[in-house]
C-alpha cells in the first residue's frame, strides 16, 4: 500500500498537458485551441467553460487506435476497466467499481437500448464508431440532465450531421490476427465498412453506412467445430462473432432551425460450439458424430427524430423522439460434425425491450444576462420481455411495462464573468416504484494565469433492472430468483477538480489536472440466502437491497505539446468501501485500494504525412471480498486480482492528399491473456482461478479510402 501512495504521489508531482482543437480561447495572451461539448450543456459551448469535467475523443484518436468499437476504444481511459466474455461475446463497462448498470450510455443525447434497460449495461461491441464525430465523458451523477442510472457518469456518442464537401465517400477493410490465429478467411478479424454522404444544398444533408464485423473465434489450444473426437476438446475458448451494423440519416438546417431523423440497425451471430461430442454407432457405416450447439442472435433497431430551434425567435428548444428495440434469441440445433449439416433446430426469443422514449428542453428566458435557466422533460415506455425458469423444467415468458414521466430544472448563474453556478433538480413519476428525485449543485471559477476550478454535488438514483426483479434461474441444487419488492437504489457524490493550463512562446503547451471525487451508495441490490426449498436443503439466493457501497477516488491528469509532440500521463487511486450481507455473513467494509495509470505519446512527422502512437494503461492490483466455505462455514476472504497491463502501438500514414489511409499497429503487445485472482481462505491454504482478459497479442492493418467531391 505504501509502494501505491508513493508512487501515486510521485506522478502528481509530473508536469504534463491538455491542449485540446478547435475552438479558440485565451490564456495568458495566448490562443489554445478547445473542444466544443454539448453533453450537459445549455448550448455547446467551450469545454472551458464547461461547469463539468469532460473528457473529449476526438475522431482522430478514434482513427488512430483503429478502434471499430467502443471495447477496442475505452481500454486506456483513467477510471474505466472493461470486462469481456469469451463465453457470451459482450464487453462492459465498469467505473470506480460499479458496473453499466450505473453508467449511462447514450447516441446524440438519446440512452441506448440493451437487453435489460435503458442506456446501462450495454454490451461495447455492438456500438460501432464509423459515423461518429466525438465522444464526450463525464465522470459522476448526473442524475439531473439524464435521469435515472446515471451515478458514476454518461458516455455521449456525438454522430456526424454535415460536411463541408458535396460527397463524401469512405471505404475501409481491415485485417486483424487473433492472438496468432490468422488466415483470410476463417482465422482473425475481418472488418468491412462503406460509407457514403450527400449534401444536397445548404440546407439539406443525408449518410448512410455499413459495416462487417468478423470475429472467427479464437482457439486458444481448442479445436474448431469440426473436430470430433470426444475428448472435450471441440469448440473455441472465444466464441466466433459476425456482426451487420448500418445507418442512415437525413438532415435539415435552415437559419436558428435544424432536424435530424437517424436510423440504426444491428444484426448480431455468436456461434456456441458444445465440447460434448455425442458418438452413435452406425455399423457398417462410420460412426454419426454430433453435437447439441448453438447461435445466439441479437438484433437492435434504433429510431431518433429531432428538433432544435427557437420560439418567438428567443428561446431556445431541443425535443427528441426515439423508438427502439432490441431482441435476443436462441437458436439451437443437432450438428452433424462429418456431414456439417444441422438439424432439429429450435429458436426461441430469450429476452427483449421495446421502448418509447421522448426527451426535451426549454431554455434561453434571459439572453445575454448574468441568469438563465432551462426546463427539461424525459418520457421513457418500455416494455421488457424475458423467459424465466418455471416448474418442471419449462420456461415462463414474463413481460412487464415500465414507464417514468421525469421533469426538471437546470438554472446557471454568472456571478461573475469567472465564477458560475448551476443548480438543478429532477423529478421521476415512476409506474413501478415510489417516485424519485435527484439534485445536484455545480460550481465554476477561473482564476488567473489560466487555473480553472470545478465543483460539485449531486444525489441520483438507480431503478432496479428486469432481470434483479423478475429472473428465475435454478442449476445444480441451487435456486436464484428476481424480486420485484425491490426499491431504487439512492446516491451522493462528490466532485473536485483543479487545473493549470500554461502557453509559452516556443509553442510549448502544459495542463495538469487534479481532481478528487467520492460516491456514496445506499440501498444496494445483491445476491442473498433468504432460506431453502421447503422440504429441501436446496438453498434460494434473492436480489436484495441489502448493501452499501462506498468509494472516493484522486486523480491526476497531465499534457504536454511541443509542435508535433504530444505526451500524456495520469493516474487514479481508487478506494472502495462495500458491506456485503449475503444473508448467512456479513464482509467487512473495510477500504480496498487500486492504482490505475495511463499514458501516451504521439508524434506527427509532417513531412511524410506519418503519425506515430503509443498507449499504455496500468491496471494495479485489485482486492474484494468473496465468499467462501470453512468447514461447512461460509465466511468472506480477501481475493487479490494480480495487477496487469495493456500496450497499444501503431503507424498511421496518408497518400495522396490524404485520399488514402493505412494504419498498422499492435493490440495488447505485452500479450495478456489470463490473470491471476487468488482467494485466502483460511491460514492453512490459499486458492486461486484464471480470469481470461483477452486473446493475446494482435497485429491489424487497415486501409482506408476517401473520394470527398
Given amino acids: 500500500m505504501k509502494r501505491k501512495i508513493t508512487l501515486f504521489a510521485a506522478i502528481i508531482f509530473a508536469i504534463n498537458i491538455s491542449a485540446q482543437e478547435k475552438q479558440k480561447d485565451t490564456i495568458n495572451g495566448k490562443e489554445e485551441l478547445s473542444e466544443v461539448v454539448v453533453t450537459g450543456q445549455f448550448e455547446p459551448q467551450s469545454i472551458k467553460k464547461s461547469v463539468f469535467n469532460v473528457t473529449v475523443i476526438s475522431r482522430k484518436d478514434i482513427e488512430q487506435q483503429a478502434a471499430n468499437n467502443l471495447a477496442d476504444l475505452l481500454n486506456q481511459y483513467l477510471n474505466i476497466t472493461i470486462t469481456p466474455s469469451s463465453g457470451t461475446g459482450r464487453s462492459t463497462v465498469s467505473m470506480f467499481g460499479l458496473n453499466g448498470e450505473y453508467f449511462k450510455i447514450l447516441i446524440d443525447n438519446i440512452p441506448v437500448v440493451s437487453d435489460t434497460s435503458l442506456g446501462n449495461n450495454v454490451d461495447l461491441t455492438q456500438i460501432n464508431l464509423d459515423d461518429i464525430e466525438q465522444i464526450e465523458i463525464i465522470e459522476g451523477s448526473m442524475g439531473v440532465t439524464n435521469g435515472a442510472n446515471a451515478v458514476t457518469g454518461v458516455l455521449n456518442i456525438i454522430t456526424k450531421k454535415s460536411s463541408r464537401y458535396k460527397w463524401e465517400i469512405g471505404a475501409t477493410v481491415q485485417e486483424e490476427t487473433v492472438g496468432e490465429e490468422y488466415t483470410a478467411f476463417n482465422k482473425g478479424r475481418h472488418i468491412q465498412s462503406l460509407k457514403v454522404s450527400h449534401s444536397i444544398n445548404d440546407n439539406w444533408f443525408i449518410s448512410g453506412g455499413l459495416d462487417r464485423n468478423d470475429l472467427d473465434g479464437y482457439l486458444g489450444g481448442k479445436k474448431g467445430e469440426y473436430y470430433s473426437e470426444t475428448d472435450l476438446q471441440r469448440g473455441y475458448t472465444w466464441l466466433p462473432k459476425l456482426q451487420y451494423i448500418g445507418n442512415g440519416m437525413i438532415s435539415y438546417k435552415k437559419n436558428s432551425f435544424r432536424a435530424f431523423y437517424k436510423f440504426d440497425y444491428l444484426n448480431e451471430n455468436i456461434d456456441y460450439y458444445n465440447p460434448i461430442v455425442n458418438v452413435v454407432t452406425n455399423p457398417p457405416f462410420d460412426d454419426i458424430r454430433y453435437s447439441s450447439d448453438k447461435r445466439f442472435l441479437t438484433e437492435r433497431i434504433i429510431n431518433h427524430l429531432n428538433f432544435y430551434g427557437k420560439l418567438a425567435s428567443q428561446y431556445n428548444y431541443n425535443v427528441s423522439f426515439s423508438q427502439q428495440k432490441q431482441t435476443r434469441s436462441t437458436d439451437s440445433f ?287 492490483e485489485q482486492q474484494q471480498f468473496r465468499a467462501v466455505k470453512e468447514n461447512g462455514l461460509d465466511v468472506y476472504r480477501l481475493s487479490t486480482l494480480e495487477s496487469y497491463s495493456f500496450l497499444d502501438a501503431s503507424v498511421r500514414k496518408t497518400f495522396n492528399k490524404k485520399a488514402f489511409d493505412v494504419t498498422i499497429g499492435a493490440r495488447n503487445i505485452l500479450d495478456v491473456t489470463n490473470i491471476q485472482q487468488s482467494l485466502a481462505s483460511g491460514a492453512a491454504h490459499a486458492t486461486s482461478n484464471n480470469i481470461l482478459l483477452g486473446y493475446g497479442r494482435s497485429y491489424y492493418l487497415k486501409l482506408t479510402y476517401n473520394l470527398n467531391l
Avoid: C
Avoid at 504536454?560 to 487514479?572: E, M, T, V
Fill in 334 to 620: 443437432e450438428y452433424n460434425i462429418k456431414s456439417r449439416q444441422e438439424s432439429e433446430g429450435i429458436k426461441q426469443t430469450n429476452q427483449s425491450t421495446e421502448l418509447f422514449y421522448s426527451t426535451g428542453t426549454l431554455g434561453n428566458f434571459f439572453p445575454e444576462k448574468a441568469f438563465d435557466f432551462q426546463l427539461g422533460y424525459e418520457y421513457v415506455n418500455n416494455l421488457g420481455y424475458s423467459l424465466v425458469n418455471g416448474e418442471n423444467e419449462s420456461f415462463v415468458p414474463v413481460e412487464k411495462r415500465f414507464e417514468n414521466y421525469d421533469v426538471f430544472l437546470s438554472s446557471e448563474i454568472k456571478a461573475t464573468k469567472k465564477f458560475s453556478i448551476r443548480p438543478g433538480g429532477r423529478i421521476s413519476f415512476q409506474n413501478q416504484f415510489d417516485n424519485q428525485y435527484a439534485a445536484s449543485v455545480g460550481l465554476y471559477y477561473l482564476f488567473d494565469k489560466g487555473i480553472e476550478m470545478r465543483t460539485s454535488l449531486g444525489r441520483g438514483f438507480r431503478t432496479p433492472n428486469f432481470d434483479e426483479l423478475y429472473s428465475k434461474i435454478k442449476f445444480s441444487g441451487h435456486q436464484f430468483y428476481g424480486n420485484d419488492a425491490l426499491i431504487p437504489e439512492t446516491s451522493m457524490s462528490y466532485d473536485f477538480s483543479i487545473k493549470k493550463m500554461t502557453s509559452f512562446e516556443s509553442g510549448l503547451l502544459l495542463s495538469t489536472k487534479l481532481s478528487t471525487s467520492f460516491l456514496n451508495v445506499n440501498d444496494k441490490i445483491d445476491m442473498a440466502y433468504v432460506g431453502d426449498e421447503p422440504g429441501t436443503t436446496q438453498p434460494i439466493y434473492q436480489y436484495i437491497n441489502i448493501s452499501t457501497y462506498k468509494m472516493w477516488n484522486a486523480a491526476v491528469t497531465n499534457q504536454i505539446n511541443f509542435k508535433n509532440l504530444s505526451f500524456n500521463l495520469g493516474a487514479s487511486l481508487v478506494g472502495i468501501s462495500q458491506k456485503i450481507d449475503n444473508g448467512k455473513v456479513v464482509s467487512d467494509d473495510q477500504f480496498l485500494y487500486a492504482l490505475q495509470i495511463n499514458s501516451s505519446i504521439t508524434y506527427n512527422l509532417s513531412k511524410y504525412n506519418t503519425l506515430f502512437a503509443v498507449n499504455y494503461k496500468f491496471n494495479g
